[in-house]
C-alpha cells in the first residue's frame, strides 16, 4: 500500500460528492463522456501535485490510501489501472469499443491517475469531508483534478477555437 | 466557429467541440451531450461552466503575435476569403507536428462541414490521401511540441504524443471511410481501422504500430482506394469545380450583357 499521498483538484470548498450507485464503468469516468456534473462512484486523483493542480477549480486536495480505506473506499491504484485496460478491457474496464480503452489507458499513465472507488460506501458526503484534506491548509499550496486534457487535448498551440 | 485566441486551452470549451479523441460516430453523440452543457456561441469553463473574458482574445496586438508562428499564422487565415482548403495544402507543407496536427483537426471540421452541407466524401479525399500517404511514419516529436511530461518521463511523454498523432491520422481516415460508406463507395467496406489498432496492439510501442499500420492497414486501404482511383477522383473533381465555375462565369456575362443592353425604344 502506498505511504505517498494522492492530490485531487476540485472545488475551492469541498470536493465533489461520489455516487456509490452511478454507473461503475472505469472507462466511461475516465473518458468523461458526460462532462462536469456526471454521477460516478469514483474520484480520479494523481500522484503529482501539479498535475492534480492543472485540473483545480480552486483548491487541491489531499488524501492517504490508508485514511481512505478505514473508511471501506477501494483504492485502484495506476498500475492496475493500466493492467485492466488492454483490448476490450477487463472486469470493471470492460467496454465495448477498444479504441475508447486504449485512449482511456493513454490518460491513466499521462495524469499518473489513481481512481478512489466509493462503490461500498453508505454515505458518501461525510466520507469525502473525511477523506480529503485542503491542501492548502495541511501544507503550503493549493490543488484540483478534473480531466481537461480530454476536453482541450490539443499539445503545441493554442488554436482550439479554430477547428 | 469561433475565431478567438484561446488563453487558458485545456480548461475552456465550447458547444461546438468535436473531441479528437473519439471516432466520428462517437465525438457526434459525446458532443450532443456538451452542447447541452455549454452554449456554442460562448467559450466557458470546463469546471464551471462560466465565461471569462480574460480567458480569450481576439485583440489584434495578439493576433499579430500569433501570426508570427507559421502554424498559428496559417490557422488564424483558416476560412479567411473562402481559403480553407488552401490553408489546409499549406499545413500539408509544413513540417512539424503542430502543423499535421491542425492540419487533421482542421481537416475534420472541413470535411464534416462539407458533408453537413451536403457534399460527397470525396471532398476529404486529398486529405486522405496526404494523411494515407504518411499514415506509417513515425512522427518526429520535439521537445518544444510538449506542454507538459505528465507523470511520465519526457522520452515516453514522446512516445505518448506520436502514438496520439498517429491515431489522429487513422482517425481522419476513418471518418472519410465513414462518409464513403454512407453513400455506398466500397472504400465504406472497410471496418474501423482505430478499433482494429487497439485490439491488435496493448502498448504504445510506436514501432509495432507501424509495422501493424503498413502490414494490416495499408493493405485494406489501398485495395479501395488505389493511387489509380485517387486520380482518377481528383480529375473528377478538378472537372467538376471547372464546370461549376464556368457556369457561374457564364451566368455572370449573361447578367453584365443583360446590364449593359440598350434599353428598348
Same mark, same amino acid.
Given at each position: 500500500?502506498?505511504?505517498?499521498?494522492?492530490?485531487?483538484?476540485?472545488?475551492?470548498?469541498?470536493?465533489?460528492?461520489?455516487?456509490?450507485?452511478?454507473?461503475?464503468?472505469?472507462?466511461?469516468?475516465?473518458?468523461?463522456?458526460?462532462?462536469?456534473?456526471?454521477?460516478?462512484?469514483?474520484?480520479?486523483?494523481?500522484?503529482?501535485?501539479?498535475?492534480?493542480?492543472?485540473?483545480?477549480?480552486?483548491?487541491?486536495?489531499?488524501?492517504?490510501?490508508?485514511?481512505?480505506?478505514?473508511?471501506?473506499?477501494?483504492?485502484?491504484?495506476?498500475?492496475?489501472?493500466?493492467?485492466?485496460?488492454?483490448?476490450?478491457?477487463?472486469?470493471?474496464?470492460?467496454?465495448?469499443?477498444?479504441?475508447?480503452?486504449?485512449?482511456?489507458?493513454?490518460?491513466?499513465?499521462?495524469?499518473?491517475?489513481?481512481?478512489?472507488?466509493?462503490?461500498?460506501?453508505?454515505?458518501?458526503? &461525510?466520507?469525502?469531508?473525511?477523506?480529503?484534506?485542503?491542501?492548502?491548509?495541511?501544507?503550503?499550496?493549493?490543488?484540483?483534478?478534473?480531466?481537461?486534457?480530454?476536453?482541450?487535448?490539443?499539445?503545441?498551440?493554442?488554436?482550439?477555437?479554430?477547428? | 466557429?469561433?475565431?478567438?485566441?484561446?488563453?487558458?486551452?485545456?480548461?475552456?470549451?465550447?458547444?461546438?467541440?468535436?473531441?479528437?479523441?473519439? &471516432?466520428?460516430?462517437?465525438?457526434?453523440?459525446?458532443?450532443?451531450?456538451?452542447?447541452?452543457?455549454?452554449?456554442?456561441?460562448?467559450?466557458?469553463?470546463?469546471?464551471?461552466?462560466?465565461?471569462?473574458?480574460?480567458?480569450?482574445?481576439?485583440?489584434?496586438?495578439?493576433?499579430?503575435?500569433?501570426?508570427?508562428?507559421?502554424?498559428?499564422?496559417?490557422?488564424?487565415?483558416?476560412?479567411?476569403?473562402?481559403?480553407?482548403?488552401?490553408?489546409?495544402?499549406?499545413?500539408?507543407?509544413?513540417?512539424?507536428?503542430?502543423?499535421?496536427?491542425?492540419?487533421?483537426?482542421?481537416?475534420?471540421?472541413?470535411?464534416?462541414?462539407?458533408?453537413?452541407?451536403?457534399?460527397?466524401?470525396?471532398?476529404?479525399?486529398?486529405?486522405?490521401?496526404?494523411?494515407?500517404?504518411?499514415?506509417?511514419?513515425?512522427?518526429?516529436?520535439?521537445?518544444?511540441?510538449?506542454?507538459?511530461?505528465?507523470?511520465?518521463?519526457?522520452?515516453?511523454?514522446?512516445?505518448?504524443?506520436?502514438?496520439?498523432?498517429?491515431?489522429?491520422?487513422? &482517425?481522419?481516415?476513418?471518418?472519410?471511410?465513414?462518409?464513403?460508406?454512407?453513400?455506398?463507395?466500397?472504400?465504406?467496406?472497410?471496418?474501423?481501422?482505430?478499433?482494429?489498432?487497439?485490439?491488435?496492439?496493448?502498448?504504445?510501442?510506436?514501432?509495432?504500430?507501424?509495422?501493424?499500420?503498413?502490414?494490416?492497414?495499408?493493405?485494406?486501404?489501398?485495395?479501395?482506394?488505389?493511387?489509380?482511383?485517387?486520380?482518377?477522383?481528383?480529375?473528377?473533381?478538378?472537372?467538376?469545380?471547372?464546370?461549376?465555375?464556368?457556369?457561374?462565369?457564364?451566368?455572370?456575362?449573361?447578367?453584365?450583357?443583360?446590364?449593359?443592353?440598350?434599353?428598348?425604344?
Amino acid at each position: 500500500m502506498s505511504k505517498n499521498p494522492l492530490y485531487r483538484g476540485d472545488g475551492k470548498d469541498s470536493v465533489c460528492v461520489p455516487n456509490p450507485k452511478a454507473d461503475d464503468s472505469i472507462v466511461r469516468h475516465i473518458m468523461y463522456f458526460e462532462g462536469p456534473g456526471r454521477e460516478t462512484p469514483y474520484l480520479s486523483t494523481s500522484e503529482e501535485y501539479e498535475l492534480a493542480e492543472e485540473f483545480s477549480n480552486g483548491s487541491v486536495w489531499e488524501t492517504f490510501v490508508k485514511i481512505a480505506k478505514k473508511e471501506s473506499v477501494q483504492h485502484i491504484n495506476r498500475t492496475e489501472l493500466l493492467s485492466l485496460m488492454k483490448g476490450n478491457g477487463k472486469g470493471k474496464a470492460k467496454w465495448p469499443n477498444a479504441f475508447e480503452v486504449m485512449q482511456a489507458r493513454r490518460y491513466v499513465e499521462q495524469w499518473g491517475e489513481h481512481l478512489l472507488d466509493f462503490r461500498n460506501v453508505d454515505d458518501p458526503s &461525510t466520507v469525502t469531508k473525511k477523506n480529503f484534506q485542503n491542501h492548502e491548509t495541511s501544507f503550503l499550496s493549493e490543488l484540483l483534478v478534473q480531466r481537461p486534457s480530454i476536453w482541450g487535448a490539443w499539445f503545441g498551440c493554442r488554436l482550439l477555437c479554430y477547428a | 466557429m469561433h475565431k478567438k485566441i484561446l488563453n487558458f486551452p485545456d480548461g475552456t470549451a465550447c458547444g461546438s467541440h468535436l473531441r479528437k479523441d473519439l &471516432t466520428l460516430g462517437r465525438a457526434s453523440e459525446v458532443s450532443e451531450i456538451h452542447k447541452k452543457k455549454y452554449p456554442v456561441e460562448l467559450i466557458c469553463r470546463i469546471n464551471d461552466g462560466k465565461h471569462y473574458d480574460r480567458d480569450v482574445s481576439d485583440d489584434q496586438k495578439d493576433m499579430e503575435l500569433l501570426k508570427r508562428d507559421p502554424v498559428a499564422d496559417t490557422v488564424t487565415d483558416y476560412g479567411e476569403l473562402g481559403s480553407t482548403i488552401e490553408s489546409l495544402a499549406q499545413l500539408k507543407a509544413m513540417p512539424g507536428v503542430r502543423a499535421e496536427l491542425a492540419m487533421l483537426s482542421l481537416g475534420r471540421g472541413y470535411t464534416n462541414n462539407c458533408v453537413l452541407n451536403n457534399g460527397k466524401w470525396t471532398s476529404g479525399v486529398h486529405l486522405y490521401w496526404w494523411s494515407r500517404r504518411r499514415l506509417s511514419h513515425i512522427p518526429e516529436v520535439q521537445v518544444t511540441d510538449l506542454r507538459s511530461v505528465g507523470a511520465t518521463q519526457l522520452s515516453r511523454q514522446i512516445d505518448l504524443t506520436s502514438w496520439s498523432l498517429v491515431m489522429l491520422r487513422l &482517425t481522419f481516415i476513418e471518418d472519410i471511410i465513414t462518409y464513403a460508406r454512407c453513400e455506398g463507395d466500397p472504400l465504406g467496406k472497410i471496418s474501423s481501422l482505430t478499433e482494429q489498432a487497439a485490439l491488435s496492439l496493448n502498448t504504445f510501442n510506436l514501432n509495432n504500430l507501424a509495422k501493424w499500420i503498413k502490414s494490416e492497414a495499408i493493405p485494406q486501404l489501398d485495395a479501395q482506394l488505389s493511387k489509380n482511383r485517387y486520380v482518377e477522383l481528383a480529375n473528377q473533381l478538378h472537372s467538376e469545380r471547372t464546370g461549376a465555375e464556368a457556369q457561374q462565369n457564364a451566368a455572370l456575362d449573361g447578367d453584365s450583357a443583360g446590364d449593359s443592353s440598350p434599353p428598348e425604344s
